[in-house]
Nanobody, 119 residues
Framework: QVQLVESGGGLVQAGGSLRLSCTAS????????MNWYRQAPGKQRELVAA???????NYADSVRGRFTISRDSAKNTVFLRLNSLKPEDTAVYYC?????????????WGQGTQVTVSS
């Protein structure tokens, strides 16, 4: 079993920045992608950013140009840099790891880290 632990959330004023980290307890063999999701109160969880095993990244339209996903494979860590934060970015941010094992895709989720942006 792999645990994903997020950190770096907090309270920040609009226009500010944060860097979230997600560290896996061990190397995930067969990993295909690491994603960041967020869930605001009363809303569905949404995909914010993704990075696949080739380093290709993708972003939700609402964060493109403001957020940057990156990884340090040696440290089993994926990062999400949040710049130019807006109150509507307030949410719990979760990381998710997807991996393949014998042709079947599996997933791990972290416990989430709260990001609160004040106006």
């Amino acid at each position: 079993q792999v645990q994903l632990v997020e950190s770096g959330g907090g309270l920040v004023q609009a226009g500010g920045s944060l860097r979230l980290s997600c560290t896996a307890s061990r190397t995930i063999v067969g990993i295909t992608a690491m994603n960041w999701y967020r869930q605001a109160p009363g809303k569905q969880r949404e995909l914010v950013a993704a990075i696949n095993s080739d380093g290709y990244t993708n972003y939700a339209d609402s964060v493109r140009g403001r957020f940057t996903i990156s990884r340090d494979s040696a440290k089993n860590t994926v990062f999400l840099r949040l710049n130019s934060l807006k109150p509507e970015d307030t949410a719990v941010y979760y990381c998710r790891a997807l991996y393949m094992d014998a042709g079947i895709e599996y997933t791990y989720w972290g416990q989430g880290t709260q990001v609160t942006v004040s106006s």
